[in-house]
């Protein structure tokens, strides 16, 4: 994976909404990396029904050591391509044996990220807590207490400076990364379904972050 700025995966999410959402606000649902990119869209402007993150990134659970910090703002001004290896573990990804043999057998898993992508994510992950307060829609996080992928104290510091309304954290005690993708999803599912049917019908239909 290589981009200069996240903001590149943001115009091309921002295109897909023109087109398959028009002018209606939608529920919109990101997982890990893809609740990292589901936060950024909303402080930014995208106006939402509700925001549902699963596991979202907003503080790698992996250590990186300060050696290979160090080694990597060198290379991204010099060989901002250069690679290195992610570093995720399979097993915390999902504990169904079925999902986790598709997943070792995916040629599209990314197994490697350039520094530049690296440091693009991590001022990212910045502004992502800098502007926790534009987050006025409902918010739904689900977050598995044994997954160490990213770093599940995060999303609890994180979530009571937004100002969402309703905001809750439903947490899945034993369960690692990918909610969706273990033994027992459809009780993830379920929780999801139930939450967003609860909320307000009088609730205003545009929701996301102030203009």
Not at 62 to 67: I, M, R, T
Request: proline share 8%; aromatic share 10%.
């Amino acid at each position: 994976m290589d981009v200069a700025a996240v903001e590149e995966y943001l115009d091309d999410l921002r295109e897909l909404r023109a087109e398959f959402c028009g002018n209606d606000p939608p529920v919109l649902l990101g997982h890990s990396f893809g609740g990292l990119l589901a936060i950024r869209l909303v402080q930014t402007g995208m106006s939402v029904q509700a925001l549902v993150l699963s596991a979202p990134l907003l503080k790698l659970g992996l250590h990186v050591p300060s050696w290979k910090l160090w080694l990597g703002r060198h290379l991204c001004q010099w060989a901002p391509r250069t690679r290195f290896r992610t570093g995720l573990d399979p097993y915390n990804m999902t504990r169904d044996p079925e999902y986790l043999a598709r997943r070792r057998a995916d040629p599209l898993i990314q197994k490697f990220v350039t520094v530049r992508w690296f440091f693009a994510v991590q001022r990212a992950l910045d502004a992502a807590h800098r502007d926790a307060g534009r987050i006025t829609c409902p918010l739904l996080a689900v977050q598995g207490t044994d997954d160490w992928t990213v770093d599940p104290e995060a999303l609890r510091q994180w979530l009571p400076r937004t100002n969402a309304a309703p905001r809750e954290l439903i947490e899945f005690p034993e369960r690692v990364h990918e909610l969706l993708n273990d033994r027992d999803w459809e009780t993830v599912v379920d929780r999801v379904a139930d939450w967003l049917e609860a909320l307000p019908a009088s609730s205003p239909s545009r929701f996301g972050a102030p203009e």
